[in-house]
């Protein structure tokens, strides 16, 4: 049986199906609560048929991924909190998109009231504090779970539960920091200043890089001989590795814009990139149906996925919603008449500007593309965004089977390269970041940097992550870290200093527990 986070026709209860009983126990935990993060937790997990096999730890792991998973799916919420706010994308007809993109995030819709609820990523921390406390019992009574293979798992757990914990101040700042299961019973807790999660998140991830592999199932020091019995193709870019925590430090660095922690972390992603099978990608690569995007796709990228949640078609993950290409695909590729969101042309034109850009360029004379891997029929009123085109398997697919099977990526190589130009730009390094944004140029067929011509190196930098990174989930957070950087924009200043680039907190919540307080940009909006 193929490795899946939800496996479907399966009558007996192996391992993969215990991870779906765990994750449907903490699903459930998400309606009819009162307690303080709209989550109640389920002594069901504890109970002693559960911890006392190492089938049970690998069952509760991922049960833990599928949560992160259904978190940054549900409701796209990856895309609407990175991508679409203040982005290059415009809504077609869609109010709730439409009031995401303009920053109305008060507007009394649904979707918006969903997307200001943190309780999905709660789920993540409650079952990761639950496995923290109770994977010591299966090391007692299990003498097949070694200590190596624990001191794994834990890691990986350790490593989910800062990733949640960082899309949460990413998103709304200051936020309640639980780092135990409290067995079960919750008390009211305010928020914590985000400077103390963070703080959290770094200690967090510096103990999970200490065990990570570089590679599960491949003799790595860290994780010796085959990891839960399977070998490296079931694990390859699925799970949590060395290079995972050290591509997220850098994040989390650079967050708080401490730029040589950023350059120190992204260099060790980059210089040790070979070991975790890490490589860059040809725009070929990048954007073929059965490329990048596709996870176990017919060119099996998936070992270049450095931070990733999988929807495989072949285990039957792969869904209609979740995905970048429910909003932004359209015929001929589906059966669809018009997207929901596109980009529209005078932005395109004005980002694609090189007439030998591999991602999309224009025929100035004939006004016909000559390269349209990141966008199609340009000709229409709404272009489709086609970089992300993995429908079913990306190799066959049906434009009548609208179903998807995208991997949702939080960083790849190219990203971390683009990250370490700027650190070391703001550092004053411009002749190393210049080489690094040149590589990624180089990549994409492009004129390498010249600052007679395009200026300020930082604003090419960024302005190089909003082409490159288009549809991943970067440009809302770019947009801030650029403004911090150069508090030349008086509208977006205001909106930094009052904390209105975070999303309110729902009334849901301010209503269960008196203790939390809304986001102040938020109040009386």
């Not at 998936?302 to 039957?316: K, L, P, T, Y």
């Not at 998807?404 to 700027?422: H, K, N, P, Y």
């Not at 809302?476 to 650029?482: C, E, K, L, N, T």
Request: with cysteine; charged share 25%; glycine share 6%.
């Amino acid at each position: 049986m193929k490795y899946s986070f939800f496996c479907r026709n399966n009558s007996r209860k192996t391992p993969v199906v215990k991870g779906l009983l765990l994750i449907l126990l903490c699903v459930t935990i998400f309606t009819g609560c009162q307690k303080l993060l709209d989550i109640d937790s389920s002594h069901a997990v504890a109970e002693k048929n559960m911890w006392n096999s190492h089938e049970d730890t690998r069952s509760a792991l991922i049960g833990v991924y599928g949560l992160m998973r259904a978190a940054l799916a549900n409701n796209n919420a990856f895309w609407m909190y990175g991508e679409l706010r203040n982005g290059d994308f415009a809504a077609v007809q869609r109010q709730d998109i439409d009031a995401v993109i303009k920053n109305n995030l008060h507007a009394p819709l649904d979707m918006l009231n969903d997307l200001s609820n943190w309780r999905r990523f709660y789920a993540v921390v409650n079952a990761a504090n639950l496995f923290l406390e109770h994977v010591g019992d299966v090391k007692q009574r299990d003498p097949r779970y070694s200590e190596q293979n624990m001191n794994v798992d834990v890691a990986q757990v350790r490593f989910l539960r800062a990733f949640a914990y960082f899309s949460m101040v990413r998103v709304w700042g200051d936020v309640p920091l639980i780092t135990t299961s409290h067995d079960g019973e919750f008390v009211n807790k305010p928020r914590d200043k985000q400077s103390q999660v963070l703080a959290f998140i770094e200690k967090e991830l510096q103990a999970a890089a200490d065990y990570l592999p570089y590679n599960y199932s491949s003799d790595d020091p860290q994780q010796l001989g085959q990891y839960y019995n399977e070998g490296k193709d079931k694990w390859n870019g699925v799970l949590a590795r060395k290079l995972s925590a050290y591509a997220l430090m850098a994040h989390v660095a650079a967050w708080q814009a401490k730029y040589s922690y950023v350059a120190a972390y992204t260099k060790f992603v980059l210089d040790n990139a070979g070991k975790g099978s890490l490589s860059f990608a040809t725009s070929d690569q990048l954007t073929a149906p059965n490329g990048f995007f596709s996870g176990r796709g017919g060119n099996n990228f998936i070992s270049n996925h450095m931070i990733a949640f999988d929807f495989e078609f072949s285990n039957g993950d792969a869904s209609y919603s979740g995905h970048l290409e429910e909003l932004t695909l359209a015929a001929p590729l589906v059966s669809k008449s018009q997207p929901e969101i596109y980009v529209p042309k005078d932005t395109i034109l004005g980002l694609f500007d090189q007439n030998v850009d591999d991602r999309f360029s224009l025929d100035s004379i004939k006004g016909e593309p000559t390269s349209d891997r990141y966008f199609t029929s340009f000709d229409s009123h709404t272009p489709i965004f086609s970089k992300i085109k993995v429908v079913q398997d990306g190799a066959t697919s049906d434009p009548d089977f609208r179903i998807f099977g995208s991997a949702i990526i939080f960083t790849r190589l190219e990203e971390m390269a683009l990250l370490r130009a700027e650190a070391l730009a703001v550092l004053g390094d411009t002749g190393g970041s210049a080489d690094l944004l040149n590589q990624i140029r180089d990549l994409r067929k492009l004129y390498h940097f010249n600052a007679e011509k395009e200026g300020d190196l930082i604003n090419a930098i960024f302005r190089e992550r909003r082409k490159e990174l288009m549809g991943e989930g970067w440009r809302w957070f770019d947009i801030i870290r650029y403004n911090k950087l150069k508090r030349n924009d008086p509208r977006f200043n205001k909106l930094i200093d009052e904390g209105g680039i975070y999303w309110p907190v729902a009334e849901s919540l301010l209503s269960q527990n008196q203790l939390l307080v809304q986001n102040p940009y938020w109040i009386n909006k």
